[in-house]
């Protein structure tokens, strides 16, 4: 998607523990799209080995969210999206008209485009500490010191529209 790829881009990764969190809000029996991951997502393992069916894809398939959808059925869309293109990805997201988790920055809740989405209903889970990203391609230890707030910005997937969880953190290589 053409991203910044420099560290101060969009080129961060989620680690193990920064998932684990969803897994008991998200039902067995969803299947669940991650449209920004490769084989060696936290995500897509994480849910793989908790008995989840997972579709992936990501724009190094030639899978650009902004134009496929998967084939076959889907019922949830969890992933972590470029942050440089939070507006686009919740547009789309909005018009896929399925449950979703994307993680984003916190400071993501304002904004005049993301009004016109969260007015339709958003949810968040929310975190007693930041998250620790794998930055700089660094697949195995995330890099501590985090300088930004993140939540689980979510639709039709918690039981209340705000959730505050805390965070167990603990070093798993992704690769």
């Known amino acids: 998607m053409t991203c910044d790829k420099t560290s101060a881009g969009d080129e961060v990764f989620t680690p193990f523990y920064a998932v684990d969190p969803l897994l008991k809000y998200i039902p067995k029996d969803n299947i669940i799209w991650c449209p920004f991951d490769g084989v060696w ?9 908790n008995g989840y069916k ?11 969210f902004f134009k496929y959808e998967p084939d076959s059925h889907y019922d949830i869309i969890v992933s972590n999206p470029p942050f440089s293109k939070k507006d686009k990805v919740l547009n789309r997201l909005d018009k896929l008209s399925k449950p979703f988790a994307v993680l984003l ?9 993301r009004y016109e ?19 700089n ?3 195995d230890t995330y890099t501590k010191g985090n300088h930004f707030g993140s939540a689980y910005f979510c ?3 918690l039981p209340r529209d705000l959730i505050f969880e805390k965070l167990v953190k603990y070093e798993k290589a992704l690769i």
């Open 41 to 49: 997502s936290a995500f897509y393992q994480t849910f793989k080995n």
């Open 54 to 64: 997972v579709i992936r894809s990501d724009i190094e398939n030639g899978q650009d």
């Open 105 to 113: 920055p916190i400071a993501s809740l304002q904004g005049k485009k």
């Open 117 to 135: 989405i969260f007015k339709k209903g958003v949810q968040l889970l929310v975190f007693d500490a930041r998250i620790d990203y794998h930055t």
């Open 137 to 139: 391609f660094n697949f």
């Open 155 to 157: 639709r039709n997937v």
